[in-house]
C-alpha cells in the first residue's frame, strides 16, 4: 500500500476519460487503500483515480481528512443521479498545486456507484 506520486496537470491522464471498471476486485481494493493513504499524505480531502496516473472511474472522499473513518467513502464508476442549490467555496487541486478557485457547486448531491463491496449504493452529500 505504497503512497504514490500524484499526477499534475497537463499529464495525458488527466484530460483523457476515465474507463467505467468492470469488476471491484482485489486490484480495485488495493487502488483504493493507495488511493487513500496518498489523500491522507497529500494532504486532501478527495482524490480520483487518475491523479495518481489510472485511468479508471474510481474516487476517495473524506471531508474530515482522517479524523472520522466513518466519513470516508470509496466509489466506483460514480454518477452524480440528483443535485440541488448552489454553494461556493475556495477550494485547491492536488493536481494544480498553488491554485484555489472558487466554482459553484450544488449544495447537495445524490450519487449512485458502485461501493467497495459489489453493490450499487446511493450516496447523498451535503
Known amino acids: ?5 500524484i499526477v ?3 499529464d495525458e491522464v488527466l ?4 474507463r467505467p471498471v468492470d469488476r471491484i476486485d482485489d486490484l480495485i481494493h488495493a487502488l483504493f487503500e493507495d488511493m487513500v493513504r496518498t489523500m491522507y499524505a497529500a494532504p486532501g480531502i478527495g ?12 474516487i476517495v472522499i473524506d471531508l474530515s481528512v482522517g479524523e472520522d473513518p466513518k466519513q470516508l467513502i470509496r466509489l466506483v464508476n460514480p454518477e452524480i443521479v440528483e443535485r440541488e442549490g448552489e454553494q461556493k ?30 453493490c450499487v449504493e446511493r450516496t447523498e452529500c451535503k
Open 1 to 5: 500500500m505504497p503512497i504514490r506520486p
Open 8 to 10: 499534475k496537470y497537463g
Open 15 to 18: 484530460h483523457a476519460p476515465s
Open 47 to 58: 482524490l480520483a483515480a487518475p491523479q495518481i496516473g489510472v485511468g479508471l472511474r474510481v
Open 89 to 118: 467555496h475556495e477550494e485547491g487541486c492536488l493536481s494544480v498545486p498553488g491554485y484555489a478557485g472558487s466554482p459553484v457547486r450544488p449544495a447537495r448531491v445524490v450519487s449512485s456507484a458502485a461501493g467497495a463491496l459489489p
